[in-house]
């Protein structure tokens, strides 16, 4: 009883902290999950450039992904084709897709749960009422990110990445500019990455 109490507590003060950080800027995680030949051709080297992928817009916000991600590519290792006047080497087909929605809540605002509690405090027994005054969940919105590094001249696909993210609507990571470098970081981090693993890049 008194470990299930220190992690009751530990809880609530990870959730305050939470919370305390949330005012100032709600972010959260990208998942990220890579694919890749391991040895099939060298990664991170020659030419290459970032185009939309198929039915992708090419328009303002495009653009300042496309920045981001090929500010990732020289990092790696990559030379961005347009200093050299040609098409590259490679080609990183981008693709981005961005939706907001706002969570639902399961019930009614007035929940009853029997067995135990809903609230903060209680006994823990019998039947607890809990009322949510909290209001409706912040809209939030989420951003995913899916790039294909291919060779130009055979077509064949040496490197694949997708990235998903949310935050909050009223988070500063919600704006492209900042969501995009965010984005293309988690991306590309420790690259070429274990490939078929999911991860979580903070």
């Not at 992690?7 to 939470?18: D, V």
């Not at 990208?30 to 992928?53: C, D, I, K, N, W």
């Not at 990183?92 to 639902?104: D, H, K, Q, V």
């Not at 590094?149 to 919600?174: C, K, N």
Request: glycine residues 16%.
């Amino acid at each position: 009883m008194r470990h299930s109490l220190r992690s009751l507590a530990g809880a609530a003060a990870l959730a305050g902290a939470f919370t305390l950080s949330g005012c100032v800027a709600p972010v959260g995680p990208v998942e990220v999950t890579r694919f890749h030949a391991p040895g099939a051709v060298p990664l991170g080297q020659g030419t290459v450039s970032v185009e939309p992928a198929p039915g992708q817009q090419d328009g303002i916000e495009f653009r300042t992904y496309a920045g981001a991600v090929m500010r990732e590519l020289q990092r790696i290792g990559y030379v961005d084709a347009a200093s050299g006047g040609g098409p590259g080497r490679h080609v990183a087909t981008l693709s981005i897709e961005r939706n907001s929605f706002r969570p639902g809540r399961d019930g009614s605002p007035v929940s009853v749960g029997v067995g135990g509690s809903t609230g903060s405090y209680g006994s823990g027994l019998g039947v607890g009422i809990g009322i949510d005054l909290s209001g409706p969940p912040p809209e939030q919105t989420e951003t995913r990110m899916h790039v294909m590094i291919r060779e130009r001249a055979t077509g064949q696909t040496i490197w694949e990445g997708r990235a998903r993210f949310a935050v909050r609507g009223d988070s500063p990571l919600a704006q492209t500019p900042l969501g995009a470098a965010k984005m293309a970081e988690a991306l590309f981090k420790d690259f070429p990455g274990q490939s078929g693993e999911t991860i979580l890049a903070k």
